[in-house]
């Protein structure tokens, strides 16, 4: 066969460099020693590290193999109407009143990354700006959302979210940066559990910060992919977000029925757009949502069924939803446990009681330690404990049989690498 020359040179397609978390993970899977540990991955394990399929979503599958009318047909462009009808009311809440105005549309999207996706371009096609005008970010944020602004040619800044002296919020820094920021700012917020750094604004700061995104008339772009799973409540973990809509502001939210379902495969999520309060709210949502429609249906023409399916039957019925909010609280718990152990371990070897306090102060599924690069990559090759380069540690790869294991590797590199 002739050889041929491709027009994709190294020069126009360079090698990308490996994801840094699956790069993780796959260095985790390579190796054969017994005491490994994986803190990296960012999905629920049980106390034996296994990976949990939540009761209520057994119960939902096996309703699902007995319905005789289930079919593999394609779902309509915006996705299963009773799961994104559902799925309005928990993130909003029931009562919402921009759900009884009719002011707020949802699409199903591929989990909370097509969601925040989907946002994404729309505010990239249609949001008004100035040239070049950025969407901020927190420093630091989960790592896609760089990538996915990047790719729909949103510019980029980020504004002072984590305190490296204290382990915990720079609100000062946020509430002075947001505040600077040119009017009209397009603000990436995550409405709990902070990923990476498990590190959340009171109500109080909450409040405070709605006061100047209005003064400023930014548009608050909300990503929730842990709401009932950082603190085992959903209407706590939700009320930043119910807050601002109450407040009138026109934003949009990410939801990702990931990790609060254990449905991490199922790509299951939705995005939801909120205008504020006018006499045309309905016909001006009716315009976003056909366009949103537009978009969608170029990119994915329409979303998968069958982990909808499976959330939608949970939501919609009493019974099964009181025994999701169980199931998340059993998670939810486990997580808090493991916090308590792992801080109590370290704070017993170093003997300063409080030195490890940012641990059960940071909540949901991360905690940003505090460890150096240096210090991660010690403790990787020498304890086999698997922790991502910025000290981000996954608090349910922690269980009763390796938390004391793991703080003593802790505590070893601290004393040891600077």
Same mark, same amino acid.
């Given at each position: 066969?002739?050889?041929?020359? %491709? ?5 126009? &397609? ?29 999905? *629920? ?7 949990? !399929?939540?009761? &209520? ?15 593999? +047909?394609?779902?309509?462009?915006? /996705?299963? &109407? ?7 009311? !928990? ?14 549309? =949802? ?6 990354? /097509? ?20 969407? *901020? ?7 896609? @959302? ?30 002075? %940066? ?7 700012? $397009?603000?990436l917020l995550h409405a709990c559990a902070h990923n990476p750094t498990g590190v959340d ?41 119910? *807050?601002? !809509? +109450?407040?009138?502001? +026109? ?42 429609? &537009? ?5 994915? %023409? ?7 399916? $499976? ?72 304890? @086999?404990? *698997? ?5 981000? $540690? =996954? ?7 390796? !938390? +004391? ?14």
């Open positions: 066969m002739a050889t041929s020359t %491709s027009v994709f040179t190294a020069a126009l &397609v360079p090698q990308a460099p490996e994801d840094p978390l699956f790069g993780l993970m796959a260095a985790y899977r390579r190796d054969d020693s017994e005491k490994k540990v994986d803190l990296g991955i960012g999905a *629920y394990r049980d106390d034996n590290a296994k990976p949990w !399929v939540l009761p &209520v979503v057994k119960k939902a599958e096996e309703i699902l193999r007995k319905d005789p009318t289930l079919n593999h +047909e394609y779902l309509p462009i915006a /996705g299963l &109407v009773d799961f994104t009808s559902a799925a309005q009311k !928990v993130i909003l809440g029931s009562s919402s009143p921009a759900i009884k105005e009719k002011r707020v549309t =949802s699409l199903q999207t591929i989990s909370g990354t /097509g969601a925040v996706h989907l946002g994404a371009l729309f505010l990239s096609k249609f949001y008004p700006r100035s040239p070049n005008q950025a969407v *901020y970010f927190s420093s630091p944020t989960w790592a896609n @959302h760089n990538q996915i602004f990047t790719n729909v040619q949103l510019p980029i800044k980020t504004y002072p979210y984590f305190s490296a002296e204290t382990k915990m919020l720079d609100f000062a820094g946020m509430r002075s %940066s947001i505040e600077s920021a040119p009017e009209g700012s $397009i603000l604004l009171t109500r109080e700061q909450w409040i405070e910060l709605s006061k100047i995104i209005r003064a400023k008339k930014h548009f608050p772009f909300f990503d929730c992919a842990y709401q009932g799973f950082a603190s085992g409540d959903l209407e706590n973990d939700a009320w930043a977000v119910r *807050y601002f !809509v +109450e407040q009138g502001f +026109e934003l949009c939210v990410a939801q990702s029925f990931a990790k609060n379902f254990g449905l991490y495969g199922e790509r299951a999520g939705a995005f939801h757009f909120i205008t504020g309060p006018s006499s045309d709210a309905v016909e001006r949502i009716g315009r976003i949502a056909s366009q949103l429609a &537009v978009l969608q249906r170029s990119e994915i %023409s329409n979303p998968p069924a069958y982990g909808a399916r $499976i959330a939608s039957l949970v939501l919609n019925d009493p019974a099964l939803f009181k025994e999701w909010e169980a199931n998340l609280r059993t998670m939810s718990g486990r997580i808090k446990d493991m916090r308590k152990a792992l801080r109590e371990h370290l704070e017993k070897y170093n003997g300063k009681e409080g030195s490890w306090k940012h641990i059960t102060e940071q909540i949901g599924m991360f905690s940003f330690t505090g460890l150096t690069e240096k210090q991660v990559l010690k403790i990787r090759d020498e304890a @086999h404990v *698997y922790i991502t380069k910025n000290g981000r $540690i =996954s608090m349910a790869g922690l269980n009763t049989g390796n !938390v +004391e294991y793991v703080a003593k590797a802790i505590d070893k590199v601290v004393k040891e690498v600077s």
